[in-house]
């Protein structure tokens, strides 16, 4: 299948560290890189050189002197709010790195600005593109292993360099939140969560451990952390007739059924790729995108219902 997006939709980066600059590597290859952005202007020099595209080290400027269709956001959380709402008032869509902002009330007026702007907002929940978490949600709708009962994740490593401004309920949990709620089809019902600190800066929390109550029985369990040293993406997914394992880094999945184990086999996909030929398409195609700025809402709710249910010591209870 080709890499190239459906039409030529041009699209702006806007911070190229840590995992943006993975967005413009993909962008590239897609032929959808129109443009950089990065307060640091040695990168954004070196990747407006590397990658033959203007670079600019001010997103007002970038907006205004660039005909954009989109743009993704992968700052710090603490300033996506401020220029996710600047790139929809200069009529772009806009994909935000996770979180999609720091607290709900902002995720809140965040959404009211696309609809004002008439321009989509979509978030970073990476793993709904992973090929065996696809998999699975198909499996799921198929029913044939059942009802889904027990959703099991451990996600764990130890913290990356640039984080700082949130902890990992909001940085890393996040993304098993989605998950859950994804596969599950709705937003839990009840939160109950602790989570601490371990090693320094203590301001943020750095281990977490959350447990999800849905209708009727369905419960997610989340174990995230930034202690331990190896890199840990699991999901155990319990079903009425049958288990399915899932290493979301190697993308090997494991059914279980009886006393039968089946390993299928796909070819390994970048789920980063999947994730932004998926953002360029839905512009091109003017439709909704996968992940919509609700969803990134209802998971900060659920982040924040953790939170304040590890600090009363009581379960939160989700309207």
Known sequence: MALTAKSMVRIGVIGTGGWGKNHVRVFNELQCLAAVCDVDQQRADSFSRKFHVPGYTSLDTMLNKEKLDGVTICTPASTHFQMATQALAAGVHTLVEKPMTT??????????????????????????????????????????????????????????????????????????????????????????????????????????????????QKTAFLVTNWITPNRVRTLSAVFSGGVVDVDFVTQQTSIHEGSSTTVPTRPVQEPLMLELRGFTDAISEKREPIVTGKDGLNVLRVAEAALASSSSGTPVYIE
């Not at 702007?117 to 978030?123: G, I, K, Q, S, Y």
């Not at 090929?131 to 949600?137: E, H, S, V, W």
């Open 103 to 216: 607290n709900v009330k902002d995720g809140e007026r965040l959404i009211d600005a696309a609809k004002s702007a008439n321009r989509f907002l979509t978030v970073g929940f990476i793993e709904r593109f992973n090929p065996p978490i696809t998999a699975l949600k198909q499996m799921i709708s198929d029913g044939k292993l059942g009802d889904p009962v027990l959703l099991e994740f451990h996600r764990e490593n130890r913290r990356g360099q640039n984080i700082s401004d949130v902890g990992i309920v909001k940085d890393a949990s996040v993304h098993d939140i989605d998950t859950a709620c994804w596969l599950f089809g709705e937003v839990p019902k009840v939160v109950y969560a602790r989570v601490g600190a371990f090693y320094p800066p203590m301001e943020h929390e750095d281990f977490a451990t959350i447990l999800m109550g849905f209708s009727g």
